[in-house]
């Protein structure tokens, strides 16, 4: 039995007048036991008002929306609308499932009435008077209703049903470890009768005390490749501190940074036109986004090989190789564009290297896939093409995997199948952190407490931010896209395509529909995928609920969803457009790379799930973004990654950040490794030639990307595509993005 909630209890000497109070019913499981009397009898009560609108619904639409509320206009719609809510509520009061919403939908449909009642018959000598018509009110149902449909909805459902409340951990007052005080407690904690509000889709019954309290320094939330990058880090940077990371799957990096689900293009803005954008009115091409993504691309590139060379991360080449990154168009209109782009960049230090070409021979020497079967004849639609040999491919699944050892072995704790489900920051400023555990023991739940908590836990990281309750997080919400690719194993395909290629989206598409056909390694195996092809889940991650998307919906990011839907009509229709896409269509699609594709070659596959950020703006209400940004905390003692792609590439960029915002009395002291770490640290490489060629040399010499023969010269070592490589599986990257606001 649990320990009575204390606080409400009115304690008596006297054991008989103890029982005559009750007090034997203060134990939370009576009050959940309560609540869900309440709701099963209201809803038994509701449902058949609903089912009178649906039987007859003139007869409300004519004698109570028409007669009472003409302002409304659409009588029969509002019938129906009233008749769903009786309904649905009904049903989802019964079984426990969105209760809150359900209920408070309820009291609007009960308030409504009772203004009926009041209209059509008066107040009937209410409260204290008899009733003229009769032993009862006529507005004394839907007034009663009205009470237990705001109780239901502000107490929220209990623990019993299939979405319950969670007990969070809310002490009365802070208590120090290990303290009389604390010692004296029968449970360790006294909670509050009202900490019962996060929602929990996984059990039936939950709440259950944490069975393993423990104090650490820094949590990190998901072991993904952000996580895992921020843990290895400041294990270097203090290696005495007890840092922890909790990963809900078996094993990490396998949601977001899994091989099939994250980016392997390695952004560095070498292929992808939408960082480089035009403006239609000036012709004037913009390369800052892309500057700036390749600057802290080449910050990622300098950690590994610092790892590398500590004996951190194994050979480079079981995670990263050189591949060709190649950008293709066709169009007099767009060979131009290419051109001029081409230009831009290599004037910039950490771009010398692209080359342009519209030469046909050129291009079916770079890239002869492209030209297999392509009619190439004087009269044939222009082309162009541009290269950077000194590409990479990124297998960030294995690299996070590679990570977590690291972490582990310079004494990170790392718990797999444990799941965040509370968060709550006491008085003294540090979060205590309910997990979950897939274990034996009662409740399966354990607490943590650290003064800083990291959430990166991918298109989950919304849901975690908001149980925090920081006001940061308000006004974000999150739209989720999934994505297909084609993919093709087929050795005498594979060994025509060593690059990876990227074009233009088709007109009123969207960035994230940037088709590319790319060589990869997936599990060893070589291949070709060619996307993507959006889908839409309402799930944030590949395995969660499909309740995701609606849990996330608050008061206060409602409006700025909205706005940003709105604004974004084109992304509706392109996906409804990408859902409805035949099997015909996609090969249609593959054909303006591969002209000559047959569809016994290439067969598909479902890429991760990738959660884009949706935001309140001062000036357009709401937006749609694409890109990463960091939420944290205004004291930095909690923060999470928000966003998608280009996320992997840049995740030492991010870490940085998080360092910085976080930890700002270790400025002074942490430079010298961070130096030692990233020797670009605090400078920027594209502002000095002579640092860049020498930083991009030094890392690919580490990285093992090129072979430094004698002098200064140096040689690329290419990879055959159709070699086997074992362990260097190469993701999947099919949202090339246009906006990082992470970094500072």
Same mark, same amino acid.
């Given at each position: 039995?649990?320990?009575?909630r204390g606080?409400?209890?009115?304690?008596?000497?006297?054991?008989?007048?103890?029982?005559?109070?009750?007090?034997?019913?203060?134990?939370?499981?009576?009050?959940?036991?309560g609540m869900?009397i309440?709701?099963?009898?209201?809803?038994?009560?509701?449902?058949h008002?609903?089912l009178?609108?649906?039987?007859?619904p003139?007869?409300?639409?004519? =004698?109570?929306?028409?007669?009472?509320?003409?302002?409304?206009?659409a009588?029969?719609?509002?019938?129906?609308?009233?008749?769903?809510?009786?309904?649905?509520?009904?049903f989802?009061?019964?079984?426990?499932l969105f209760?809150?919403?359900a209920?408070?939908?309820?009291?609007?449909?009960?308030?409504?009435?009772?203004?009926?009642q009041?209209?059509?018959?008066?107040l009937?000598?209410?409260?204290?008077?008899?009733?003229?018509?009769?032993?009862?009110?006529?507005?004394e149902? %839907?007034?009663?209703f009205? *009470?237990?449909?705001?109780?239901?909805?502000?107490?929220?459902?209990?623990?019993f049903g299939?979405?319950?409340?969670?007990?969070?951990i809310?002490?009365?007052?802070?208590?120090?470890?290990?303290s009389?005080?604390?010692?004296?407690?029968p449970?360790?904690?006294?909670?509050h009768p009202?900490?019962?509000d996060?929602?929990?889709?996984?059990?039936?019954?939950?709440?259950?005390?944490p069975?393993v309290?423990?104090?650490?320094?820094v949590?990190l939330?998901?072991?993904?490749?952000?996580?895992?990058t921020?843990?290895l880090?400041?294990?270097e940077?203090?290696?005495?501190?007890?840092?922890?990371?909790?990963e809900?799957?078996?094993?990490?990096?396998? &949601?977001?940074?899994?091989g099939?689900?994250?980016?392997?293009?390695g =952004?560095?803005?070498?292929?992808?036109?939408?960082?480089?954008?035009?403006?239609?009115?000036?012709? &004037?091409?913009?390369?800052?986004?892309?500057v700036?993504?390749?600057?802290?691309?080449?910050? %990622?590139?300098?950690?590994?090989?610092?790892?590398?060379k500590? /004996?951190?991360?194994?050979?480079?080449k079981?995670?990263?190789?050189?591949?060709?990154?190649?950008s293709?168009?066709?169009g &007099?209109?767009?060979?131009?564009f290419?051109?001029?782009?081409c230009?831009?960049l290599?004037?910039?230090?950490?771009?010398?290297g692209m080359?342009?070409?519209?030469d046909i021979?050129?291009?079916r020497?770079w890239?002869?896939?492209?030209?297999?079967g392509?009619?190439?004849?004087?009269?044939?639609?222009?082309?162009?093409?541009?290269?950077?040999e000194? /590409?990479?491919?990124?297998?960030y699944?294995?690299?996070?995997?590679?990570?977590?050892?690291?972490f582990?072995?310079?004494?990170?704790?790392?718990?797999?199948?444990?799941?965040?489900?509370?968060?709550?920051?006491d008085?003294?400023g540090?979060w205590?952190?309910?997990?979950?555990?897939?274990?034996?023991?009662?409740?399966?739940?354990?607490?943590? +407490?650290?003064p800083?908590?990291?959430?990166?836990?991918?298109?989950?990281t919304?849901q975690?931010l908001q149980?925090?309750? #920081?006001?940061?997080i308000?006004?974000?919400?999150?739209?989720?896209?999934s /994505?297909?690719?084609?993919?093709?194993?087929?050795?005498a395909?594979?060994?025509? =395509?060593?690059?990876?290629i990227?074009?233009l989206?088709?007109?009123?598409?969207?960035p994230m529909?940037?088709p590319?056909l790319?060589?990869?390694f997936i599990d060893?195996?070589?291949?070709?995928?060619?996307g993507?092809?959006a889908?839409? %889940?309402p799930?944030?991650?590949?395995?969660?609920?499909i309740?995701?998307l609606?849990s996330?919906? +608050?008061?206060?990011?409602?409006?700025?969803?909205?706005?940003a /839907?709105l604004?974004n009509?084109?992304?509706?229709?392109?996906?409804?457009?990408e859902?409805?896409?035949?099997?015909?269509?996609?090969? &249609?699609?593959?054909?303006?790379?591969?002209?000559? *594709?047959?569809?016994?070659d290439?067969?598909?596959?479902?890429?991760?799930?990738?959660?884009?950020i949706?935001k309140?703006?001062?000036?357009?209400i709401?937006?749609?973004q694409?890109?990463t940004?960091?939420?944290?905390s205004?004291d930095?003692?909690v923060?999470?990654?928000?966003?998608a792609?280009?996320?992997?590439? #840049?995740?030492?960029?991010?870490a940085?950040?998080?360092?910085?915002?976080s930890?700002?009395?270790?400025?002074?002291?942490?430079?010298p490794?961070?130096k030692e770490? #990233?020797?670009?640290?605090?400078?920027k490489l594209?502002?000095?030639?002579?640092?860049?060629?020498?930083?991009?040399?030094?890392t690919?010499? *580490?990285?093992?990307?090129?072979?430094?023969?004698?002098?200064?010269?140096?040689v690329?070592?290419?990879?055959?595509?159709?070699?086997s490589?074992?362990?260097?599986?190469?993701?999947?990257?099919?949202?090339?993005l246009?906006?990082?606001s992470?970094?500072k």
């Amino acid at each position: 039995m649990e320990e009575p909630r204390g606080p409400s209890r009115l304690w008596c000497h006297n054991v008989f007048l103890d029982f005559l109070m009750c007090n034997w019913l203060d134990y939370e499981v009576f009050a959940d036991l309560g609540m869900l009397i309440l709701r099963v009898v209201s809803a038994s009560l509701i449902v058949h008002h609903g089912l009178v609108k649906v039987e007859n619904p003139h007869a409300f639409a004519d =004698h109570v929306i028409a007669a009472y509320f003409p302002f409304l206009g659409a009588p029969l719609f509002w019938t129906y609308l009233s008749a769903a809510v009786e309904l649905g509520g009904s049903f989802c009061l019964v079984v426990g499932l969105f209760v809150r919403p359900a209920a408070g939908l309820l009291a609007g449909t009960m308030m409504v009435a009772t203004t009926f009642q009041l209209l059509a018959f008066g107040l009937q000598n209410y409260p204290f008077g008899q009733p003229p018509s009769g032993p009862a009110y006529t507005f004394e149902p %839907s007034l009663a209703f009205l *009470a237990f449909t705001i109780r239901i909805a502000t107490a929220g459902p209990g623990r019993f049903g299939i979405q319950t409340s969670c007990q969070r951990i809310r002490p009365l007052k802070s208590v120090a470890p290990g303290s009389d005080e604390e010692a004296q407690r029968p449970s360790g904690r006294t909670y509050h009768p009202e900490a019962l509000d996060d929602a929990c889709m996984r059990c039936l019954c939950c709440g259950a005390a944490p069975t393993v309290k423990e104090d650490v320094d820094v949590i990190l939330i998901g072991a993904g490749i952000m996580s895992t990058t921020l843990g290895l880090m400041l294990m270097e940077l203090e290696p005495t501190w007890r840092i922890h990371i909790y990963e809900s799957l078996p094993n990490a990096g396998d &949601e977001a940074s899994n091989g099939w689900n994250n980016s392997g293009t390695g =952004h560095a803005a070498l292929c992808e036109l939408n960082y480089t954008p035009e403006n239609k009115a000036t012709g &004037e091409i913009d390369i800052s986004k892309a500057v700036a993504i390749n600057e802290q691309f080449q910050v %990622s590139r300098q950690l590994w090989s610092y790892l590398v060379k500590q /004996g951190l991360l194994p050979t480079p080449k079981t995670f990263i190789t050189r591949t060709p990154h190649m950008s293709f168009v066709e169009g &007099e209109k767009n060979v131009d564009f290419l051109r001029r782009r081409c230009e831009l960049l290599q004037k910039q230090p950490l771009f010398e290297g692209m080359e342009f070409t519209s030469d046909i021979d050129q291009i079916r020497q770079w890239a002869p896939l492209l030209l297999s079967g392509r009619d190439t004849s004087a009269g044939a639609e222009p082309m162009g093409l541009t290269r950077v040999e000194e /590409g990479t491919d990124v297998d960030y699944g294995t690299l996070t995997k590679h990570l977590a050892r690291a972490f582990i072995a310079k004494g990170g704790v790392y718990q797999s199948n444990s799941s965040a489900r509370s968060f709550e920051q006491d008085a003294d400023g540090r979060w205590r952190v309910a997990i979950h555990k897939d274990d034996l023991s009662a409740g399966g739940m354990m607490e943590v +407490r650290a003064p800083f908590v990291f959430i990166g836990a991918g298109g989950a990281t919304i849901q975690l931010l908001q149980k925090t309750g #920081i006001p940061e997080i308000q006004g974000f919400g999150a739209f989720p896209i999934s /994505g297909q690719f084609l993919c093709c194993q087929n050795p005498a395909i594979v060994s025509k =395509h060593p690059s990876k290629i990227y074009g233009l989206a088709s007109v009123g598409a969207p960035p994230m529909s940037v088709p590319h056909l790319d060589a990869r390694f997936i599990d060893g195996q070589p291949m070709v995928l060619f996307g993507p092809f959006a889908g839409f %889940s309402p799930r944030y991650l590949k395995s969660s609920s499909i309740f995701d998307l609606i849990s996330t919906i +608050r008061w206060h990011n409602l409006i700025p969803m909205t706005a940003a /839907g709105l604004q974004n009509l084109d992304l509706v229709v392109y996906l409804v457009k990408e859902l409805l896409a035949s099997k015909h269509d996609k090969l &249609e699609a593959l054909r303006k790379f591969v002209p000559d *594709a047959r569809p016994e070659d290439w067969g598909y596959t479902w890429a991760g799930q990738r959660v884009q950020i949706m935001k309140k703006d001062p000036k357009k209400i709401g937006i749609l973004q694409f890109g990463t940004e960091v939420v944290s905390s205004a004291d930095g003692s909690v923060c999470g990654l928000l966003g998608a792609s280009p996320g992997a590439s #840049i995740c030492v960029q991010v870490a940085l950040d998080v360092i910085k915002n976080s930890f700002p009395s270790k400025s002074a002291s942490w430079e010298p490794k961070l130096k030692e770490m #990233i020797p670009s640290f605090g400078t920027k490489l594209n502002g000095d030639a002579h640092k860049a060629r020498e930083n991009m040399a030094y890392t690919a010499k *580490a990285l093992e990307l090129w072979e430094v023969a004698a002098g200064t010269k140096t040689v690329p070592a290419v990879r055959s595509p159709g070699s086997s490589n074992s362990g260097n599986a190469s993701p999947v990257d099919y949202l090339p993005l246009a906006t990082n606001s992470a970094t500072k």
